[in-house]
């Protein structure tokens, strides 16, 4: 968490790279946010840091409602990153989409990554998902960002963005079956404190993971430019 401080801030001051996260989807509650305007002051507004207040509401009674039942859930973080500038990453090895996957996935609870349409984009044909090029006032842009901010495993310039899913937390407070040392069938029912969603915790933990991979695809095409 604190390299991951020192990455947000290389990245905003020396680089105008913003990067949040925020809880997009507690179980079937799903939050409405727009990626391009969203702010820090509006994630940290509630205790799940999900940046739509209404939707916070529900999760905040689902969440306490899992902690009388002796259960858990789990969710959806979403990650961006805002002003990248194209070429960061590399086209085979270490692409910045697999390189953002891979840290996302050494997250503990994480079960699934994906980006830009991600899986939804199966639903589309090949012209409906490219993002078509345009220029204007000397820059390029795509009119469409269905890639996430990634192409060929290279930033093109456009917003990054992802998701990861975390799943519900394997401790519960309610009687499961499981084996004993000596491979007898047994129950077992957790004690003490444990998250019953861990969502709200993983969004700096998102925040920061992806700033390192961002701040070392930075420093390395520095590196290379120079």
């Given at each position: 968490m604190a390299a991951g401080a020192i990455?947000?801030?290389i990245l905003r001051e020396k680089f105008g790279v913003e990067v949040l996260a925020y809880v997009k989807q507690v179980q079937r509650v799903i939050a409405e946010v727009d990626s391009a305007t969203v702010r820090f002051k509006d994630i940290?507004?509630?205790?799940?840091?999900?940046?739509?207040?209404?939707?916070?509401?529900?999760?905040?009674?689902?969440?306490?409602?899992?902690?009388?039942?002796g259960d858990t859930v789990g969710g959806i973080v979403e990650g961006l990153a805002r002003?990248?500038?194209?070429?960061?990453?590399?086209?085979?090895?270490?692409?910045?989409?697999?390189?953002l996957g891979k840290a996302m996935l050494s997250l503990p609870a994480s079960k699934a990554f994906e980006i830009g349409s991600g899986f939804g984009g199966i639903t589309l044909t090949g012209t409906q998902h490219n993002d078509r090029f345009r220029a204007r006032g000397g820059k390029v842009f795509t009119t469409t960002n269905y890639s996430g901010g990634i192409q060929g495993g290279i930033s093109n310039g456009q917003p990054i963005f992802f998701r990861v899913a975390f799943k519900p937390v394997a401790t519960v407070m309610r009687?499961?079956?499981t084996?004993?040392?000596?491979?007898?069938?047994?129950?077992?029912?957790g004690r003490g404190r444990h998250d019953r969603c861990v969502l709200p915790r993983a969004v700096p933990m998102v925040e920061a993971m992806a700033a390192l991979v961002l701040v070392d695809h930075a420093l390395r095409h520095k590196a290379q430019c120079e």
């Open positions: 990455a947000k801030k940290e507004a509630n205790i799940v840091r999900c940046p739509d207040q209404r939707a916070a509401e529900k999760m905040i009674r689902l969440i306490e409602k899992m902690r009388r039942a002003g990248v500038p194209p070429g960061w990453g590399e086209p085979v090895f270490d692409r910045l989409e697999a390189d009687e499961q079956d084996v004993d040392e000596k491979l007898r069938n047994t129950t077992i029912t």
